[in-house]
């Protein structure tokens, strides 16, 4: 099966999900193709442009929607569900994919448009550097864009001030963290139901403790060792609970860690499972 991967060529989901899949399932990956040859699907990442579907319906070639998080941000995070449900009906009918892929299985069992689903999660990102889990804690951060904080950020800030901490966004490593977390201000359906598990992900695969919120993305693909807080009250007490200074084996954050390490989604997996279901597409 000969597979080209185009669309928006951006920060965030497309070199996950465009550049580092595309590559894993064999794929040619060419970022708002400008011209469409030589394949036999086209899995279009994100929001593809216009010119750009025209350019494949002229080809004749089908197909395959990666949704991802292609709806407008941060506009969407805030919107219900059937403001999501709406948006995804209008993308649908204007690419008009023969199979749709998913980033959380809740997005999956939106996309109801008579053509095949697969719920796809994130693979974690392919580093080295593992968690060493000090003794003490001293840094929280956040990956990310730091406008989806919202409220947390200076909640988060002043909380580590208290307990002299560091508070970090974008570190250079998740391994110089004692505790990561996945906490965004918006509480829409979209952020709720279709954000993907990528930042549960990076924090699996570097055995560093995690605060997460109770979203899909991230219940989907829980080891059931991260701290789950919606609340303020709830992340203090996560807080509490992982500053305790225990021995390094046995510490909360320390069994934590080892009990993520084995689930974290490897590409391979991930790969496998997408070509799998590609290859059972008919087209």
């Known amino acids: 099966m000969r597979i080209l991967v185009a669309g928006k060529s951006t920060k965030g989901a497309w070199p996950i999900r465009g550049e580092q899949l595309g590559e894993a399932i064999g794929a040619r990956v060419v970022p708002n193709a400008k011209a469409i040859e030589d394949c036999d699907v086209v899995i279009v990442v994100k ?3 216009q010119d750009l579907l025209e350019r494949i319906k002229h080809y004749g070639a089908p197909i395959v929607w990666d949704v991802v998080d292609s709806y ?15 948006w995804l009906a209008l993308e649908v009918k204007r690419i008009k994919p023969i199979a749709i892929v998913a980033a959380t299985k809740a997005m999956a069992a939106d996309c109801d448009f008579g053509v095949p689903v697969i719920a796809l999660e994130h693979h974690a990102r392919m ?21 989806y904080l919202g409220k947390w950020q200076p909640f988060l800030e002043q909380e580590c ?3 002299k901490w560091r508070f970090e966004i974008n570190p250079k490593s998740l391994a110089d963290l004692d505790i990561v977390v996945a906490l965004r201000e918006a509480r829409g359906y979209a952020a709720t ?10 924090a699996q695969a570097s055995g560093t403790p995690i605060i997460m919120q109770r979203d899909a993305g991230y219940m989907e693909t829980a080891s059931g060792s991260e701290w789950l807080a919606d609340t303020e009250a709830e992340v203090l007490k996560a807080l509490d609970e992982m500053a305790t200074p225990d021995a390094r084996d046995g510490s909360p954050r320390w069994l934590a860690a080892n009990r993520m390490l084995p689930v974290a989604p490897k590409i391979e997996d991930v790969a496998d499972k997408y070509l799998q279901w590609l290859h059972q597409l008919k087209f």
């Open 127 to 147: 580093q080295k550097r593992i968690n060493p889990i000090r003794k003490n804690v001293e840094a929280v951060g956040y990956e990310g864009d730091e406008r």
């Open 161 to 163: 001030k208290r307990r």
């Open 193 to 202: 139901q279709w954000k993907s598990n990528v930042k549960l992900a990076n």
């Open 47 to 49: 929001r593809p442009k």
């Open 72 to 86: 407008p941000q941060p506009g969407a995070l805030e919107w219900g569900k059937s403001a999501c449900l709406h």
